[in-house]
């Protein structure tokens, strides 16, 4: 825990951005049946039958210090997966960094072993060179900022039903 406060601790520096990572899942729920609409004194009334869709993965790439998230909706959550997503935040967001200093919990997917299975030998240790990891405290994961982002996001935007993917990347991404 101390680990993660000192990191916390550090002053902003663009060439060493301090980034939480974290993911959720959200299950794709869509209607057997057309809502009936809002009357003045009634809300809209959704049928409790549903058709699931399946289950997405939301990754939230979070940079505290100066309020910056970005959103990457994938269809699922393997090593293969957080491997992309770290290789699109050190090539994409983060290009210009010396390195990102990263603050995650310890998901067995989290890992640099994950950018060797998912990428060949020199990027994956390209990439992996570009990280400061710090890991929080099993049942700890409350101290990544992400996961209190994520959690915002779930409440505010996704606490209803979404249909697919697509829209769940239009609603995630207008948040």
Avoid at 11 to 40: F, H
Wanted: glycine share 4%; aromatic share 8%; proline share 6%.
């Amino acid at each position: 825990m101390e680990d993660v406060l000192d990191v916390y601790k550090r002053p902003y520096n663009p060439k060493r951005p301090m980034v939480c990572l974290d993911e959720t899942s959200k299950q794709l729920i869509g209607e057997t049946r057309i809502p009936v609409t809002a009357s003045p004194g009634q809300p809209v009334r959704y049928d409790y039958e549903y058709k699931r869709n399946g289950v997405a993965n939301l990754f939230m790439i979070f940079e505290p210090l100066i309020g910056k998230r970005r959103v990457k909706v994938t269809g699922r959550l393997t090593k293969i997966d957080w491997a992309c997503c770290i290789r699109e935040m050190v090539d994409q967001v983060y290009p210009d960094a010396e390195q990102i200093i990263l603050v995650m919990d310890n998901l067995n997917t989290h890992n640099k072993s994950s950018l060797y299975e998912a990428f060949k030998p020199a990027q994956a240790k390209r990439i992996a060179d570009k990280l400061e990891i710090h890991y929080t405290p099993k049942h700890g994961s409350w101290l990544d900022m992400a996961e209190i982002e994520l959690g915002i996001l779930s409440r505010q935007c996704l606490s209803r039903r979404i249909e697919n993917m697509e829209q769940l990347e239009k609603e995630a991404l207008a948040w």
